[in-house]
């Protein structure tokens, strides 16, 4: 079961992706991809760190997430990714202007393979004007392809808003 749940900032999609974990009752692994970079993204990071169980095991990967997927797998649990889109951002930012499709590419490749539940998080970027830098387009055309290709793998999607999930897709 491969899930992709959506959402705009603060919308709520981190929550509910771990409390979809929790009610699956299942031994979970939670893949962090933020780098904590400057104070503010350390405020961010340490407010979910607190916000989810103790007991979960925490990987923090910010550019190999396929590798780390493999590495984790097994069947009887779940792994939980937040978020695609600072994976994303990461790859984007490295200095390989090869990594960020070598990696996308490899995650598409992985994910059908996996034993575990999956539930991948990301932020919906699409619905807002188009923005005026070359990067920030770039990174807007990057996430919605990556949501596009994961939306079609993915057995239930969501879209998170003010806390609220909307069923996009969901193929039990």
Known sequence: ML??????????????AE????E??????????AQALDAEMQQRIA?????????????EEPIYLADRLLQCDQANQLILVDCLTLWLTNLLLAEDSAL???????????LPQLQSQIILVSNETGLGVVPMGEISRRFVDEAGRLHQTLGQLANKVMFCVAGFPMILKDEK
Do not use: D, N
């Open 100 to 110: 960020q499709q070598q990696q996308m590419q490899k995650l598409f490749e992985v």
């Open 24 to 33: 699956t009752g299942l031994s979970v692994i939670y893949i962090a991809t």
């Open 3 to 16: 899930q992709l749940i959506l959402g705009g900032a603060r919308s709520g999609k981190s929550r509910l």
């Open 47 to 59: 407010h979910h760190q607190q916000q989810r169980p103790a007991h979960w095991h925490v990987y």
């Open 19 to 22: 409390q979809t974990a929790k």
